[in-house]
């Protein structure tokens, strides 16, 4: 039964990502600097970018994970009392030639109005979403999310974004293009080929380190709550996500061989490992590994928050 009319607005949040569709639902507050209580956290691996958007298509299996997961959105929203929605997607909808028609069957069975942003839009929320959960101070820091169609560097502190930029080399496209084997392994020409990769592509992130040299990298959600769950041990769930997480370099690099020595079963069974992410996250620790060499860093931080949070303290604000 979904619950009784309440007095206060009921919020509910989409994030679209291309590995990842979150639903966020609060209650937002009725007094100044009161914090928005949280009814709901979930988030369901939908694989939008799977066998399809290194052509730029979000394939037939994906579309209708998709539809089912927004009809599932749908009924928590109800459930929850939740009378006001934003629903945002980025990269797999961004530039898939058939993102437009999900947008539109989205609507028609769930009338939920999925708003598509650009790159750098995704980079500023995302920005404002880690701010609420690692305080930035007045030092500059490197933020990365790595989406699976998109990864988004942010240069910033509490106050200001330096340099922002959002490239279309996610975890999904780096696994489409150099990891390719079906035994799940990463071979060695193929991790040098991705290396060489990232220093064609990421050239203005290294001029951009250079002029705005950051203290630590914030890693938000995704692929860095994962070794931040290996760090751990452990699979955390949803609602024991602690917004702010320190991963030790030496962690993440312990983690990093293990990953590069496995092949796909053994990946699914370390501690900490979402399956959905054992191939993944290779790549993606390839990337964070190649960001930490040009960076110089020797700290980590991982954000639980990004892209939703962000939407919902620009609404607060």
């Not at 979930?42 to 209708?64: F, M, N, W």
């Not at 999925?114 to 995302?126: C, Q, S, T």
């Not at 701010?131 to 699976?148: F, N, S, Y």
Request: proline share 6%; net charge negative; glycine share 8%.
């Amino acid at each position: 039964m979904p619950q009784a009319p309440s007095t206060k607005l009921r919020l509910a949040l989409i994030d679209m990502g291309t590995n990842t569709f979150h639903l966020l639902i609060v209650e937002m507050p009725t007094a100044p600097g009161d914090k928005p209580l949280v009814l709901l956290r979930t988030k369901v691996g939908v694989r939008l970018g799977e066998g399809g958007i290194s052509q730029g298509l979000i394939a037939p299996a994906a579309y209708d994970r998709a539809l089912h997961t927004l009809l599932g959105f749908r009924e928590e929203i109800e459930l929850h009392g939740a009378t006001e929605v934003r629903a945002t997607a980025t990269s797999a909808m961004r530039v898939t030639k058939n993102g437009p028609d999900l947008v539109r069957d989205i609507f028609e069975q769930t009338g939920i109005q999925v708003n598509v942003i650009p790159g750098e839009r995704e980079a500023e929320l995302i920005c404002e979403g880690v701010r609420q959960a690692v305080p930035l101070g007045d030092d500059t820091h490197l933020i990365m999310d790595i989406g699976g169609g998109s990864v988004e560097f942010i240069l910033a502190n509490q106050h200001r974004i330096f340099w922002k930029q959002s490239f279309e080399i996610g975890a999904q496209r780096l696994l489409d293009q150099f990891f390719p084997d079906p035994s799940g392994v990463l071979p060695a020409a193929a991790l040098e080929a991705e290396q060489r990769y990232l220093g064609t592509v990421l050239t203005p992130l290294a001029e951009a380190l250079h002029r705005y040299p950051p203290v630590s990298l914030i890693g938000a959600s995704g692929s860095f709550d994962s070794l931040a769950d290996m760090q751990l041990g452990y699979l955390r769930p949803e609602a024991e996500l602690t917004p702010c997480t320190e991963l030790t370099v030496e962690s993440f690099q312990a983690s990093y061989r293990h990953l590069l020595s496995g092949n796909h079963e053994q990946r699914k069974a370390l501690p900490g490992i979402l399956p959905m992410r054992a191939d993944m996250l290779v790549v993606a620790s390839v990337l964070i590994d190649y960001v930490l060499g040009i960076s110089g860093i020797s700290r980590i931080r991982t954000s639980a928050y990004a892209l939703k949070e962000g939407v919902l303290a620009e609404m607060l604000a």
